[in-house]
């Protein structure tokens, strides 16, 4: 499974983005896909999760501002990100899991900064 992330860039505080991770295989098979970030300095640290069900989940810090999406037709996962503030630079990561595979995408920068 090979994921490749998109769409990231910069922003002024306040701003959004949409990113992107196109994935190799059927988005509908993988148990859950998630988005990471990792600031300047320090861990990678989990943003967003969006399970096969469809249900999500959010770090507390982008509860609100970000939402977590998918396009099954498209095998595509997204991360729209909203009232963008400089804490969320970082590059992005999405993550693909099932029992059997656990997959990374390569990562997009992400900077917020007037």
Not at 20 to 35: H, L, V
Not at 58 to 86: C, H, M, W
Request: include cysteine; glycine fraction near 10%.
């Amino acid at each position: 499974v090979q994921l490749q992330a998109s769409g990231g860039g910069l922003v002024q505080p306040g701003g959004s983005l949409r990113l992107s991770c196109a994935t190799s295989g059927r988005i509908s098979s993988f148990t859950y896909m998630s988005w990471y970030r990792q600031a300047p300095g320090k861990e990678r640290a989990w943003v967003a999760t969006l399970y096969k069900s469809g249900d999500t989940k959010y770090a507390d810090s982008v509860e609100g501002r970000f939402t977590i999406s998918r396009d099954n037709s498209k095998n595509t996962l997204y991360l729209q990100l909203n009232s963008l503030q400089p804490e969320d630079t970082g590059v992005y990561y999405c993550k693909a899991w099932t029992s059997r595979v656990t997959a990374w995408g390569q990562g997009t920068q992400v900077t917020v900064s007037s």
